[in-house]
């Protein structure tokens, strides 16, 4: 099939504030879950605007063909590239055939991707170890209250972003088949996974194991994981506040974990803080902001 013949897909209409088309056709004898379904093509057209357009879906029929429109913004599509949250989106990005493009967006995306190079390496270590962080601290709180399916399905989730983490190290971009890489890359994690998984021990003991070598071995890659959050906060003299820090550019992809992280790297003596400023909403607190010794 041309892609590039099929008039539906080559319309750059700035009306719309498209930016490019990316298609992805899919063999008809392939699974692809249920946001591909039976479609033939998926088609992801991204809009160059500062609004999130939270992956508009619309389904069509060309002739004989069936396929699958998504839109997304360009902040999204970047977004998507940090995170890892939308497999189906990341796929097409880096597997499909970029249609048209008003501007080099979609090719330079593209292009970060495939060269992983450091800024990106840096943004993914953050927010896989924020999210490392989240599901190991809610694993413990489960542990001691007696919940050990939900902490075992929180420490699972932890063992990933370990993973994530083992493979950016690397130099690999985590998009899939995580453990597959990680089998022959790290075999002191395989084993730790297949401890937790398949052990004949209680669940309640395989938790606790992999919540021990948690503790251990990823808590002490804290200060390399969080350089991105470090050096923002040694890039001014004057200590930052909560406030500041989750709007900033940079962290806006772990806003809602920078808490967490803060905390932890306060109690690791890593981040300083100072509680000396007058509380924004008024009466007699003061306000904590925090800094890093340069």
């Not at 063999?27 to 249920?34: A, E, K, Q």
């Not at 939270?54 to 069936?66: A, E, T």
């Not at 097409?92 to 501007?103: N, S």
């Amino acid at each position: 099939m041309e892609l590039k013949n099929l008039a539906f897909l080559s319309e750059q209409s700035e009306e719309t504030g498209a930016v490019g088309a990316i298609a992805y056709s899919h063999p008809g004898d392939r699974f692809h879950g249920s946001l591909i379904q039976d479609f033939e093509l998926l088609v992801l057209v991204v809009h160059n605007t500062d609004q999130w357009i939270s992956s508009q879906v619309g389904h069509y029929k060309y002739g004989d063909l069936r396929y699958q429109i998504i839109y997304v913004s360009r902040n999204e599509l970047q977004h998507n590239v940090i995170t890892g949250d939308n497999n189906n989106i990341l796929q097409c990005l880096i597997e499909g055939e970029i249609i048209w493009e008003a501007d080099s967006t979609l090719s330079n995306l593209r292009e970060e991707l495939t060269v992983f190079g450091s800024d990106l390496r840096e943004q993914k270590l953050l927010h896989e170890f924020a999210s490392f962080l989240r599901m190991y601290v809610e694993a413990k709180r489960y542990i001691q209250e007696g919940h050990v399916v939900d902490a075992y399905y929180n420490v699972l989730e932890a063992l990933g972003n370990w993973a994530r983490i083992v493979l950016i190290e690397r130099g690999i971009y985590p998009d899939h088949a995580v453990w597959t890489h990680v089998q022959s890359l790290d075999r002191a994690l395989w084993k730790l996974y297949q401890e937790l998984t398949v052990s004949s021990e209680t669940l309640e003991q395989r938790v606790e194991l992999v919540l021990l070598a948690c503790e251990f071995s990823v808590m002490s890659k804290m200060n390399d994981c969080s350089g991105l959050l470090l050096r923002v906060l040694g890039s001014r003299r004057e200590p930052w506040s909560m406030e500041e820090l989750v709007h900033h550019s940079q962290l806006r992809f772990v806003r809602e974990d920078l808490p967490l992280i803060l905390r932890k790297l306060v109690f690791r003596s890593i981040v300083k803080e100072s509680a000396g400023w007058p509380s924004f909403i008024g009466g007699d607190g003061r306000e904590i902001r925090y800094w890093i010794e340069t």
